[in-house]
T-cell receptor, first 114, second 114 residues
């Protein structure tokens, strides 16, 4: 079985500062990795995904994430955040042959302040 | 033009009642899902259908019954509602059940059981 850990439940940051949201996963088989964002009172939207190849993945809205197999991590970063980035961020994994079943972390609330 | 839509958006009901949530996608996708998001924002998959066939059925009470009349629709019927069923229910769809496919989420249905 897979599991996903997001250690930070809340991350406050000032506007234009950099941010990193941490995600670690556990799996006995190869996995695909995703970051989704949930704006208040909305559904989830895909930010980026890692399937294979280059370990640095770029997504929408200036976000990027780096896959680190040895540390089983997939941390999300943005060099300069905006107020509009305030949202809940979910890391998720799916495994080969799993029917695209996503296992989510518990989410990180990013709060961008002026 | 909403890609994945759910009705109703809010549902308030008494314990013991039976209710349904409807989901429709106009993306031409083969696979649809139901997720439950609890009060701590933890997301967990409940069911998945591929071409109207059930492919994922997590440990969910049998009071919950999904029904897929066609590829574009996946409804969720809940019998004998309990307080613990209060949550936000998200429908999602993906092109197919391949493990790397982006899932597109609906806006959610907030169910409150009194």
């Amino acid at each position: 079985a897979q599991s996903v850990t997001q250690l930070d439940s809340q991350v406050p940051v000032f506007e234009e500062a950099p941010v990193e949201l941490r995600c670690n996963y556990s799996s006995s088989v190869s996995v695909y990795l995703f970051w989704y964002v949930q704006y208040p009172n909305q559904g989830l939207q895909l930010l980026l995904k890692y399937l294979s190849g280059s370990t640095l993945v770029k997504g929408i809205n200036g976000f990027e994430a780096e896959f680190n197999k040895s540390q089983t991590s997939f941390h999300l970063r943005k060099p300069s955040v905006h107020i509009s980035d305030t949202a809940e961020y979910f890391c998720a994994v799916s495994r080969t042959g799993g029917g695209n079943k996503l296992t989510f972390g518990t989410g990180t609330q990013l709060k961008v302040e002026l | 033009d909403t890609a994945v839509s759910q009705t109703p958006k809010y549902l308030v009901t008494q314990m013991g009642n039976d209710k349904s949530i409807k989901c429709e996608q106009n993306l031409g996708h083969d696979t649809m899902y139901w997720y439950k998001q609890d009060s701590k924002k933890f997301l967990k998959i409940m069911f998945s259908y591929n071409n109207k066939e059930l492919i994922i059925n997590e440990t969910v009470p049998n009071r919950f019954s999904p029904k897929s009349p066609d590829k574009a629709h996946l409804n969720l019927h809940i019998n004998s509602l309990e307080l613990g069923d209060s949550a936000v229910y998200f429908c999602a769809s993906s092109q197919n059940a391949g493990d790397y496919n982006e899932q597109f989420f609906g806006p959610g249905t907030r169910l409150t059981v009194l």
